[in-house]
T-cell receptor, first 113, second 113 residues
Framework: DTAVSQTPKYLVTQMGNDKSIKCEQNLGHDTMYWYKQDSKKFLKIMFSYNNKELIINETVPNRFSPKSPDKAHLNLHINSLELGDSAVYFC????????????FGPGTRLLVL | DQQVKQNSPSLSVQEGRISILNCDYTNSMFDYFLWYKKYPAEGPTFLISISSIKDKNEDGRFTVFLNKSAKHLSLHIVPSQPGDSAVYFCAANFKAAGNKLTFGGGTRVLVKP
């Protein structure tokens, strides 16, 4: 009964490749988020979607493109991967209104070689 | 420009004693504060939160205190248990910015038996 799930859990790839990370939530939330945890362990927001509409778009290279086919899914596509993209990417979900608590997935560990 | 800071990267405490984790913030527009706990290779797990209009919230062994004038919050865990050993992240929510969560750098807690 995983609330927020991500696939894959690990991703090792070469520079220049294009890859996608998928996220699904079964909590009935209307908002989903992508966070990046860098090598210094800081967690930073990248994007959020509310009912398939982009709400938050932080200063992220346009090689990163989120896609939300429905409010239970938010995928992250990364083009032309670079060494600096190596990080752990976390998906999260919440209700936009209310208590605002965000629930996180287990993370996807991306290593770009 | 770190708007949320956890100045203690680590904390070691004896089982049964109190753990006190501190967090400072700079943006007075934050309207909700949350603490997350994170085990290695897992996503952050929500622990406890507090609204900016309150000064204390308690849930079992966990109590969060908020001092708005000092822009400071703290998490008290009492009594500390070995299973509490984890990294704790303080986060601040800015609802008007689409529930944008800004995280501190984390404090690693080790509870010694």
């Amino acid at each position: 009964d995983t609330a927020v799930s991500q696939t894959p859990k690990y991703l090792v790839t070469q520079m220049g490749n294009d890859k996608s990370i998928k996220c699904e939530q079964n909590l009935g939330h209307d908002t989903m988020y992508w966070y990046k945890q860098d090598s210094k362990k800081f967690l930073k927001i990248m994007f959020s979607y509310n009912n398939k509409e982009l709400i938050i778009n932080e200063t992220v290279p346009n090689r990163f493109s989120p896609k939300s086919p429905d409010k239970a899914h938010l995928n992250l596509h990364i083009n032309s991967l670079e060494l600096g993209d190596s990080a752990v990417y976390f998906c999260a979900s919440s209700h936009l209104s209310g208590k605002e608590t965000q629930y996180f997935g287990p993370g996807t560990r991306l290593l770009v070689l | 420009d770190q708007q949320v800071k956890q100045n203690s990267p680590s904390l070691s405490v004896q089982e049964g004693r109190i753990s006190i984790l501190n967090c400072d913030y700079t943006n007075s527009m934050f309207d909700y504060f949350l603490w997350y706990k994170k085990y290695p290779a897992e996503g952050p797990t929500f622990l406890i939160s507090i609204s900016s209009i309150k000064d204390k919230n308690e849930d079992g062994r966990f109590t969060v205190f908020l001092n708005k004038s000092a822009k400071h919050l703290s998490l008290h865990i009492v009594p500390s248990q070995p299973g509490d050993s984890a990294v704790y992240f303080c986060a601040a929510n800015f609802k008007a910015a689409g529930n944008k969560l800004t995280f501190g750098g984390g404090t690693r807690v080790l509870v010694k038996p």
